[in-house]
């Protein structure tokens, strides 16, 4: 029995850094918000994206968003599984800073911007722009960056959102399903009977069989399908998929059992492989980064004295980074290229990066902030009630 307690309070321990701030996900969504923002500036240009261990630095900065969003959405509904309150704290933290973009994109930086000067611009086809408030990504608005080495897209890093949106509504069903319950273990101290150690351990091989399949689905899709799309409602559902293996992966991470596997010495000694594997063949390499890349992200996350722990914890600029970071790069490409001095990888990063970052700050201020505050309030009531 003392050994179950014990092993009780590490599980509390480990569960409860996730509540108490204790841990580096704040600092590793703004690493992975750059990521995605120095990646995406050597596409703009034209040219060659920056990489890492033989993978895009914005394709790595996505991926990061999304295995963490996986783990913190996950534990969201496991510290309190009510369908409404759970519904409001995602709708509050992801729609109104993206709908207050879309609006000032749509009503203001669009004819700003645009070739055809206001009026042009305001009896085109600027509307179709507000699809986007709905999820269905539209990039392009009526004369706005024509001329681009990229034309014609204003923001093209918004095709994740209906992603994200879409696995908020799933996760709830899928941690039910495979038992990813507060009272198995999850922050609450209760003596387990054999049989229901029985069950958690054939829900936890259920449960990574899952993740096996979907990993190998990807494989197979980067092999098969790797130039094919397929569209449904504005969104390429085979990139989504990538998507998709990343977040589950990062929801796996939520059980105990592979929390106490991490080692932040081990995960940066294993980051080697994926060095190895690089030249090794595209399923090779992917295979490897399944498994090392989640291992390293979570094992600096949760690791048990958290560096970072402060940075973000009141100032979160990475969803305003990703949210404005695409369409300033834009503007200063057009602006310099249209000067006759076409910038460089350097100089269009640091001038864009200083468009952004207040553009973070408000973004954080007036609408990020808020809403959050709106949400719990409105999660209050309802809890109340």
Not at 12 to 29: D, H, I, Q, V, Y
Not at 114 to 133: H, T, V
Request: hydrophobic share 50%.
């Amino acid at each position: 029995m003392g050994e179950q307690r014990s092993e009780n309070h590490r599980g509390r321990e480990k569960a409860g850094m996730t509540a108490n701030k204790s841990n580096n996900f704040s600092a590793l969504r703004l690493c992975a918000a750059c990521f995605v923002f120095a990646g995406h500036m050597g596409m703009l240009l034209g040219g060659k994206t920056p990489v890492f261990t033989g993978f895009s630095l914005h394709w790595l900065g996505v991926s990061m968003l999304f295995l963490i969003g996986g783990y913190l959405v996950s534990w969201s509904w496991i510290k309190d599984p009510h369908p409404l309150r759970y519904g409001i704290k995602r709708f509050m933290r992801l729609w109104p800073p993206f709908a207050v973009m879309v609006l000032l994109m749509t009503y203001i930086a669009g004819p700003l911007v645009s070739d055809l000067g206001a009026g042009g611009y305001f009896g085109s086809w600027y509307k179709l722009y507000l699809l986007n408030l709905r999820f269905y990504i539209v990039y392009a608005q009526p004369g706005v960056f024509p001329d681009n080495p990229i034309p014609m897209s204003t923001n093209g890093s918004l095709w994740t959102m209906p992603v994200e949106a879409a696995l908020y509504v799933l996760t709830p069903f899928l941690l039910t399903l495979f038992g990813m319950r507060k009272k198995n273990g999850f922050g609450e101290a209760a003596a387990k009977t054999s049989g229901e150690n029985e069950r958690n351990r054939r829900l936890f091989v259920i449960h990574a069989v899952f993740i096996a399949l979907l990993c190998l689905g990807d494989v197979l899709l980067r092999i098969f399908a790797a130039d094919r799309q397929v569209i449904f409602y504005g969104t390429d559902l085979v990139y989504a998929y990538h998507l998709v293996v990343m977040y589950m992966i990062g929801m796996f991470f939520v059980r105990e059992e592979l929390q106490r596997s991490l080692n932040l010495q081990r995960a940066v000694l294993l980051t080697a492989v994926l060095f190895l594997t690089e030249y090794a063949g595209e399923p090779l390499h992917f295979a490897a980064l399944y498994i090392v890349f989640p291992y390293l992200i979570f094992s600096l996350a949760l690791t048990k004295e958290p560096a970072f722990a402060r940075v973000g914890s009141r100032v979160d600029l990475s969803y305003g980074i990703y949210l404005y970071g695409y369409f300033f790069q834009q503007l200063v490409i057009q602006r310099m290229c249209r000067a006759g001095h076409p910038p460089g990888y350097l100089t269009a990063l640091a001038l864009s990066g200083i468009l952004t970052i207040p553009a973070a700050f408000l973004s954080w201020y007036l609408t990020e902030k808020p809403s959050i505050a709106i949400g719990k309030l409105l999660c209050r009531l309802f809890r109340r009630s």
